[in-house]
């Protein structure tokens, strides 16, 4: 079978899989109306497969030094990645939190292309759609490019031009974090003395003294665990902003580092006389490259204003220190770094990783999302999540923020050991917005009022009715509905057994041919 060389930055993030820190990234779209399960099918088929890497496993070959190649694959089905379940009793968001767990904690098959998609029926009346894909494949701006592809923007419309199509409209609309410093950072690279300047930045990031060991460093777990917070309106950010003289994104991480504050605190961390660091990805494709697959992107130190328990002083030193980093080279020298781990070998190339790791406690991201209401196979979609992968060997947490539809949210996942609880995390960034938009309120200027569709429920999925195992839907030739049929789940974020068996299309029994009603 013919294969293609990888490029080095993608090599580097499939070298950074293991078995107990997954390079994986996963969404969760919700919808309120239960999805059809052929129509999605029919939907991957003509517009996501179609895209090569899904059709592509990973190899390494080469002499001397074995590299990762794609390697076509002819016999490619569509079934091993698509499977269709149904999320166990009570069905709340508390239960889907508890799946979204186990198949957090599944390594994809190395025999197949590097994703899996889940249909989940009942979740709430509505459904969800689980996909996974390996950071081998794309980073998260090129990913919400391509997931776009899969959505209409009205039921029966035609699809959303190719991301190839979509040129600048797309650069524009996804830039994330620090998306002011892309401009600058391409500037940069085109200017030698700058590259040089961010290398030598780079060197003294370095040598900067570790990040203090905490709750979120330490020895990993096979598991994971997931957490989300309820949506707050982007124009009750920006409204927040305003009184500040502040970004969205500034208010935003303020108010998820006056989280982390609380959470750490909580567990015995003195917060006042400490450092917390957070390694943030910067988008540097251009725009000319804005359709295509792969990683391209830098990597910045953020220290989070953690020692500040008044909001205002948070997002004061969050947006001067974010303003900092917007123009600096860094992200560009980050970038050379990662091609080059990539052309290394393997040893060489953790070591690397490791050192670096070493200087944060946690991964941030921030995705923009689609600014109007899409459909997934004719049904509206209500709200998309997301999870970055928090590589290495030192970083035991990722939050991400996302947002969608004219609303914001937060995302976690962590270490089952070092971060069991990431619900604590997310519960504390509702209270921390919420004093931050009551304080805005008062002159007028915000709403108060967080949307409540998509939001978990008000107990913590924590002290939520423990859920029931999953079942699995097989389809039957028949147009009969068909039977479920139990598999192995469990409650416990240290087995991942529901992601497990629904890896595969679970075979019918004969005594399962019988549809339920």
Known sequence: MKTYPMSAADASWFH????????????????????????????????????????????????????????????????????????????TQAALMELVNDIASAPLDHSLPLWQTWVVDDVEGGSALIMRCHHCIADGTAMMILLQRLYDPAPGAPPLQGPKARGKSIAQAEKGLLAPAFNAVA??????V?????????????LRKDDPPSPLKGRFAPAKRVAWSVPFPIADIKAIGLRHG?????????????????????????????????MVPVDLRPPERMGQLGNEFGLVLLDLAVTKARADHRIALTKARMDALKRSPEPLATRALLDLMGRLPKAVEDFSNNLFGRKASLVMTNVTGPREELYLAGVPIERM?????????????????????????????????????????????????????????????????????????KKSPASAAPAKKAAVKKVLPSKAPARKANVAATKKPTKAAAAKASARPVPARKADRTPNK
């Open 16 to 91: 950074n899989d293991g078995p107990a820190n997954l390079a994986v990234i996963m969404g969760v779209t919700l919808t309120r109306k239960p999805l059809d399960f052929e129509r999605v099918r029919q939907v991957y088929s003509e517009r996501l497969v179609t895209f090569e890497r899904f059709r592509q496993r990973v190899v390494e070959t080469g002499f001397p030094l074995p590299t990762p190649h794609w390697q076509d694959m002819p016999d490619f089905d569509i079934n091993q990645h698509l499977h269709h379940i149904a999320l166990p009793a009570p069905h």
């Open 194 to 206: 700058a590259l040089v300047g961010g290398a030598g930045m780079l060197v003294g990031e370095l």
């Open 246 to 278: 502040a970004k969205v994104n500034d208010v935003l991480v303020a108010a998820m580092t006056g989280a982390l504050r609380t959470y750490l605190k909580g567990r015995g961390v003195d917060v006042d006389h400490t450092t917390l660091r957070a």
């Open 187 to 192: 500037g940069a690279a085109r200017d030698a």
């Open 385 to 457: 999540l997301a999870w970055a992968p928090h590589p290495g060997k030192e970083l035991g947490m990722a939050v991400s923020i996302f947002s969608y539809k004219g609303m914001a949210g937060l995302t976690v996942i962590g270490d089952a050991h070092l971060v069991p609880d990431p619900e604590v995390i997310t519960d504390a960034f509702n209270r921390e917005f919420r004093k931050m938009l009551k304080s805005t309120a008062k002159a007028g200027t915000a709403s108060l009022k967080p949307a409540r569709s998509g939001a978990p429920a």
